[in-house]
Structure formats: C-alpha cells, structure tokens
C-alpha cells in the first residue's frame, strides 16, 4: 500500500477556491491512478475526481464536472484538485486514493472500491 497524505482543505466562502494536495509516499507513483472522493457530513463517501496513471483519462462527477480540476505530477507524486466556485454542498471530508493499475476506463477510475489506498482525509467547509 501507498501512504497518502492530504492537505490544503479550510474554511472558504462560497464561490472561493481551494486546492487540495495529495503526496504519496511511493516510487512507483506513475504507475497509480488517482482518485479523489468525499463525504459530507451524514452521507456515504462519494466519487469526486479520478486521473489515470498517464494522466491520460480524467473523469469528475457531475456535481464538479467544470469546477474542479483534477491534475498530477509525478516529479512530486502528487495528485492535485483544484477546486473553483465553490458552493455550500461541496462541504465534506475529502479523500485521495490510489489503486495500482494502468486500466483508465470510467469502472476503474471510478469505482472506490477499486482503489485500496486512502489518505486520512482533509476537510472543506464552504459557508455562505
């Protein structure tokens, strides 16, 4: 397993912008598809964001889809998501993860269960 470790999550005011970091602790980093998931308080843990291991397919809900921007780089074995216009129900604990696989469809990237490496999450509260 890789050991992740968010940061950049906070408090900012609707329509703001946060930029979470992912940095993982492996040397293999370029062969790990990325993923970014959330709960919001009360709710099950959601796909956000997921990239390939080539950076090659990028995949977002529809809930962020053309306000977050997931990106990586593997000089840094960091995964980023880039967060812009930002609104009250993007309030959540966010995740990364990662699952070792050059697989880049929608079932893989997307699907939680598929990945088996977490980060210990990093909070985001968006207040009006």
């Known amino acids: 397993q890789v050991q992740l470790v968010e940061s950049g999550g906070g408090l900012v005011q609707a329509g703001g912008s946060l930029r979470l970091s992912c940095a993982a602790s492996t040397r293999a980093f370029s062969s790990y598809a990325m993923g970014w998931f959330r709960q919001p308080p009360g709710k099950e843990r959601e796909f956000v964001a997921g990239i390939s291991w080539n950076g090659g397919k990028i995949y977002y809900s529809p809930s962020v889809k053309g306000r977050f921007i997931i990106s990586r780089d593997d000089n840094k074995n960091t995964v980023y998501l880039q967060m812009n216009r930002l609104k009250l129900e993007d309030t959540a604990t966010y995740y990364c993860?990662?699952?070792?696989?050059?697989?880049?469809?929608?079932?893989?990237?997307?699907?939680?269960?598929?990945?088996?490496?977490w980060g210990q999450g990093t909070q985001v509260t968006v207040s009006s």
């Open positions: 993860a990662a699952q070792a696989t050059y697989g880049s469809s929608s079932l893989i990237i997307m699907e939680q269960s598929n990945f088996n490496s």
